[in-house]
């Protein structure tokens, strides 16, 4: 009998990347929906993500929590999905994969929330500066349709969504290989399908 995966989201959360990722893996999954506040800081999913936020997931005995990570885990758990490179060839997926969480996610809410590091602050902060890393993303990207190799992989689900929320928000727009990255990713079947159930979880909740 198989494990029951278990999703801990909100419609309008970062979860939406693990969703992406739960389409394109294609085992059944069950959503658990949370509101922010009371339902995320319950003491029963504090038992799940003892620091009250989503995305979450259950897998059998196994919780993963954070993006990133969930990501990975998914891709590992699911082979047959063909969302991660051979593990001899795995030196980009990790890189970029964790590049994206450490440094692109900070970098791009900081810049979002006003927070710029003065020089003598860059020297602080895992990214440094907000141009220094979305310019190292852009090399990363430039005339590439994948991250890692020839094949998508879920370095492309956390980072492509990444960027996507940057594009959207506006903070990224600036980097034309970013964009250029981005609209070679937005159509995928699994992420419309993610989206769509997304919009549908949001409604039913109006």
Same mark, same amino acid.
């Given at each position: 009998?198989? =494990? ?24 059944? $999954? ?9 339902? !995320? =800081? ?8 003892? !620091? ?35 593990? @001899? ?30 020089? %003598? ?8 500066? $907000? %141009? ?7 090399? @990363? ?30 903070? !990224? ?12 990713? =937005?159509?995928?079947? @699994? ?7 997304? @919009?549908?979880?949001?409604?039913? =909740?109006?």
């Amino acid at each position: 009998m198989s =494990k029951e995966l278990v999703f801990y989201t909100n419609p309008q959360s970062r979860g939406n990347i693990v969703h992406w990722m739960l389409e394109e893996v294609g085992a059944p $999954y069950r959503p658990v929906l949370l509101e922010y506040g009371a339902s !995320m =800081k319950a003491p029963e999913y504090l038992a799940i993500n003892p !620091m009250g936020k989503v995305p979450a997931i259950r897998h059998g005995d196994q919780v993963v929590t954070e993006g990133a990570a969930i990501c990975a885990y998914l891709a590992d758990a699911f082979p047959e999905a063909g969302l991660a490179p051979a593990p @001899a060839e795995r030196g980009d997926y990790y890189r970029w994969l964790f590049f994206a969480a450490s440094c692109v996610e900070h970098a791009w809410t900081n810049q979002a929330a006003g927070f710029t590091p003065t020089q %003598e602050q860059q020297r602080m902060f895992g990214y440094g500066s $907000y %141009e220094a890393t979305l310019n190292t993303l852009a090399k @990363a990207v430039a005339g590439r349709r994948y991250l890692a190799g020839d094949r998508f992989s879920a370095a492309d689900v956390y980072v492509g969504r990444t960027i996507g929320y940057g594009i959207e928000f506006g903070n !990224m727009r600036g980097w034309p290989e970013l964009v250029a990255y981005w609209d070679g990713l =937005k159509n995928r079947p @699994a992420l419309l399908r993610a989206a769509e159930q997304a @919009a549908q979880w949001q409604a039913s =909740k109006a």
